[in-house]
């Protein structure tokens, strides 16, 4: 395999090697892209690593409709845990969706987060594990929290494939990424 050029970064999970691309984000820099949505092995290979990283005493599985969907998909599948979406859009057949801002200091946007209603209802009384691709500055895992908190379950804690930057959360992660390169 050839080194990775000056743009890319190398990650290895399990026996899985990406070499990521790198993006410029706003005045932050070139960080690292990580991709799950069309690479089945390298999803599969992170879902397998984190699984047994699982906090213990788990009931459901909480993510957003972006990159991490097909991971929180796998990691539900080989835990045997549900899980539930949140949306970065409001849908037509959304009832009575639970609603919350979220600063996201990566993007350098702020952003909505919806929650449908029966969504949210699954949630009440159950320890919710937030997962996520990765985990910046914890804006978005934050969110995540207190829309579990307003649905009436209790963060059983924060699960990130990889964590890149100095969140303050109790994260628990596979691989840390750098801030820039």
Same mark, same amino acid.
Request: hydrophobic share 45%; aromatic share 4%.
């Given at each position: 395999?050839? $080194? ?9 999970? &399990? ?9 410029? =984000? ?38 957003? =409709? ?30 009575? $969706?639970?609603?919350?801002?979220? $600063? ?23 320890? =919710? ?5 990765? =985990?910046?500055? &914890? ?13 009436? &379950? ?23 990424? $750098?801030?820039?390169?």
């Amino acid at each position: 395999m050839t $080194p990775p050029g000056p743009q890319a970064l190398r990650v290895t999970i &399990g026996a899985v090697t990406r070499e990521l691309p790198t993006v410029r =984000v706003g005045a932050v820099g070139r960080v690292p892209l990580v991709e799950f949505i069309g690479d089945s092995e390298f999803t599969n290979a992170a879902a397998e690593a984190m699984l047994p990283l699982i906090p213990p005493g788990t009931d459901i599985l909480l993510s957003v =409709v972006t990159n991490a969907l097909p991971l929180v998909h796998e990691l539900s599948d080989r835990a045997g845990l549900p899980y539930v979406v949140v949306r970065k859009k409001r849908r037509t057949y959304m009832q009575d $969706p639970l609603i919350q801002d979220v $600063p996201s200091l990566t993007l350098g946007v702020a952003e909505t987060l919806w929650l449908d209603g029966p969504h949210a209802a699954r949630l009440k009384g159950r320890r =919710v594990t937030i997962v996520q691709d990765v =985990v910046a500055s &914890g804006g978005t895992a934050q969110a995540l929290a207190r829309l579990i908190t307003r649905a009436g &379950g209790t963060v059983a804690g924060y699960l990130a494939a990889f964590k890149q930057g100095d969140s303050v959360l109790p994260l628990i992660y596979l691989q840390e990424l $750098p801030q820039t390169i």
